[in-house]
């Protein structure tokens, strides 16, 4: 029986997986529309994919932080402290899941997230917003990769 709750964990990271690849599609596609400077329609959609991919990948870590480690960090800081905590082997609960380059392209989403929920929509600027379009994809990239990782584990708990 326990073994079950590790494949469905895995099933819904799979499933979170899923939803972050259609979020960076979106985005390409606005990239790849884009003649000049992103209209105000453009800004905002890219802002809100930018804020849902994040949101995306930290429903993974709190998935993974409540089924293997056990609990969310507590405090007004959790959303950094479970960041940081993704990048932290745990002796007899888990390895690492993120390495530390992942961590900072992740860093920088979070910021913009928290900036996201705080600003009126047409305070987006481009200038801001388009270096972390670019890193979208790779950011992405890394995140499958590391989670295949990670799987193994899920997979080896699962058989326990």
């Keep these: 029986m326990k073994g079950n ?6 099933a819904d990271l799979q499933e979170e997986l899923k939803n972050l690849e259609r979020l960076k599609d979106e985005l390409s596609q606005i990239l790849n529309n884009l003649t000049d400077k992103p209209t105000f ?3 905002r959609a890219m802002g809100s994919i ?3 991919f994040y949101c995306g990948v930290e429903k993974v870590f709190k998935s993974i932080a409540v089924n293997v480690d056990g609990e969310i960090p507590k405090g007004e800081d ?3 402290k479970l960041l940081n905590r ?5 002796p007899g609960i888990r390895p690492r899941v993120i390495g530390e380059k992942l961590k900072e392209g992740l860093k920088e989403l979070l910021t913009f ?3 996201f929920r705080n600003i009126y929509g047409f305070e987006l ?3 801001k917003l388009k270096n972390l379009t670019k890193s979208l994809e790779s950011i992405y990239k890394e995140i499958i990769s590391e989670m ?3 799987y193994k584990l899920i997979d080896s708990l699962a058989k326990e």
């Excluded at 709750?5 to 895995?10: C, E, V």
């Excluded at 993704?86 to 745990?90: F, R």
Aim: proline share 3%; no cysteine; hydrophobic share 50%.
């Design 113 to 115: 997230r928290h900036l």
């Design 148 to 150: 295949e990782k990670f």
């Design 125 to 127: 600027e481009w200038k």
């Design 78 to 80: 959790w959303h950094t």
């Design 86 to 90: 993704m990048t932290i082997p745990v």
């Design 41 to 43: 329609v453009e800004l």
């Design 5 to 10: 709750r590790f494949l469905l964990l895995k």
């Design 50 to 52: 930018l804020h849902d």
